[in-house]
């Protein structure tokens, strides 16, 4: 198994499984939450930060880093195990083509994404805002069309690094097992990861683990972003802007993407009833509806970009071996 499906494996393998899981999610989208595996992590998870985290006085950072250590160990060992059992080249396949299904998450936002543009296309704002609060960490509630649709298209442009590209990234490195470490790492910086009493030192491991190893991958989506749109534009953004984002990943890629679209995110939000004024991402106008559209169709480009610079990367791998 290890060795039909990692970095310097055929190069056809690896498209295959990689075509072959976004098919999946193209036809099935993201599974109910009572069947999809995640729910039992997150069961396990939550169990573990509870025993861990129950008073002010043991969040720490050593707690935070012991329950990440635990929460990954058990369900990694055991898939670890269930993988190398498999000796059929068939089943080690199909096995590849699910995992990595269940690590993507292109469907989902693009799902979340039209939730919102069609009631803001409608002018009903108050369902947008609605659909907007299931994606987003500000606050919804007075949100004109302008901030729903600034903050959907981050949104987009985000996820598709975290929930794309980041699981393809980490698949082609590593297999399948690398791909499902990834999410799991990423599903724990999204429960742990807030900057609260209750887990701004207990979601620390989580939050620079999950940094890490979105640190490339990010890059590589920022890339494709660029040459997916306007360049030029997108490369000068991310150079004079990505840095000045609070996230050192999200700051290159929404300042790629804003680029690419020729439009400006950032500025003004609410959070917990506090005003943040965040940096400038991008060069033009502000964005309206038809921009939540027009980043999906930058985020499909981008995957084709990425999916044949990645073909051309692993052929010439091949060869050389």
Same mark, same amino acid.
């Given at each position: 198994?290890?060795? $039909?499906?990692?970095?310097?494996?055929?190069?056809?393998?690896?498209?295959?499984?990689?075509?072959?899981?976004?098919?999946?999610?193209?036809?099935?989208?993201?599974?109910? +939450?009572?069947?999809?595996?995640?729910?039992?992590?997150?069961?396990?998870?939550?169990?573990?930060?509870?025993?861990?985290?129950?008073?002010?006085?043991? =969040? $720490?950072?050593?707690?935070?880093?012991?329950?990440?250590?635990?929460?990954?160990?058990?369900?990694?060992? *055991?898939?670890?195990? &269930?993988?190398?059992?498999?000796?059929? $080249?068939?089943?080690?396949?199909?096995?590849?083509?699910?995992?990595?299904?269940?690590?993507i998450g292109r469907q989902s936002l693009?799902?979340?994404?039209?939730?919102?543009?069609?009631?803001?296309?409608?002018?009903?704002?108050? /369902?947008?805002?609605?659909?907007?609060?299931?994606?987003?960490?500000?606050?919804?509630?007075? /949100?004109?069309?302008?901030?729903?649709?600034?903050?959907?298209?981050?949104?987009?442009?985000?996820?598709?690094?975290?929930?794309?590209?980041?699981? *393809?990234?980490?698949?082609?490195?590593?297999?399948?097992?690398?791909?499902?470490?990834? !999410?799991?790492?990423?599903?724990?910086?999204?429960?742990?990861?807030?900057?609260?009493?209750?887990?701004?030192?207990?979601g620390w491991a989580a939050a620079r683990?999950?940094?890490?190893? +979105?640190?490339?991958?990010?890059?590589?989506?920022? &890339?494709?972003y660029a040459l997916a749109g306007n360049?030029?534009?997108?490369?000068?953004?991310?150079?004079?802007?990505?840095?000045?984002?609070?996230?050192? +990943?999200?700051?290159?890629?929404?300042?790629?993407?804003?680029?690419?679209?020729?439009?400006?995110?950032?500025?003004?939000?609410?959070?917990? +009833?506090?005003?943040?004024? !965040?940096?400038?991402?991008?060069?033009?106008?502000?964005?309206? =509806?038809?921009?939540?559209?027009?980043?999906?169709?930058?985020?499909?480009?981008?995957?084709?970009?990425?999916?044949?610079?990645?073909?051309? *990367?692993?052929?010439?791998?091949?060869?050389?071996?």
């Open positions: 198994m290890a060795e $039909s499906l990692t970095l310097l494996s055929w190069p056809w393998s690896v498209a295959f499984t990689i075509i072959g899981a976004f098919a999946l999610d193209r036809v099935f989208g993201e599974l109910p +939450n009572h069947l999809h595996p995640l729910r039992a992590f997150g069961h396990w998870a939550g169990a573990i930060e509870k025993r861990l985290n129950h008073s002010p006085a043991t =969040s $720490s950072k050593f707690t935070g880093l012991l329950a990440l250590l635990l929460t990954l160990v058990l369900p990694l060992l *055991v898939l670890f195990l &269930l993988l190398n059992a498999i000796d059929n $080249s068939l089943a080690a396949f199909l096995a590849g083509i699910c995992l990595l299904y269940f690590s693009r799902q979340h994404a039209l939730a919102i543009r069609d009631p803001l296309e409608a002018a009903q704002l108050a /369902l947008a805002r609605e659909a907007t609060a299931m994606i987003v960490s500000r606050d919804t509630a007075t /949100l004109d069309e302008e901030a729903i649709a600034t903050a959907c298209v981050e949104s987009v442009l985000e996820n598709g690094s975290d929930a794309v590209f980041a699981p *393809v990234f980490w698949f082609v490195i590593g297999g399948p097992l690398a791909a499902i470490a990834y !999410r799991l790492v990423n599903t724990l910086d999204a429960m742990w990861g807030y900057r609260n009493p209750r887990f701004e030192q207990f683990l999950d940094d890490l190893l +979105n640190l490339l991958p990010a890059r590589c989506c920022a &890339l494709c360049t030029g534009n997108a490369l000068h953004c991310w150079q004079q802007q990505g840095a000045n984002w609070k996230s050192p +990943n999200a700051g290159p890629v929404m300042a790629a993407g804003a680029g690419a679209l020729g439009i400006r995110l950032g500025g003004r939000a609410c959070y917990d +009833n506090i005003i943040s004024d !965040r940096p400038l991402l991008g060069q033009g106008r502000a964005p309206f =509806s038809i921009d939540i559209q027009r980043s999906l169709q930058l985020l499909d480009r981008a995957l084709l970009v990425g999916f044949f610079l990645l073909l051309a *990367v692993l052929s010439v791998l091949y060869y050389l071996q």
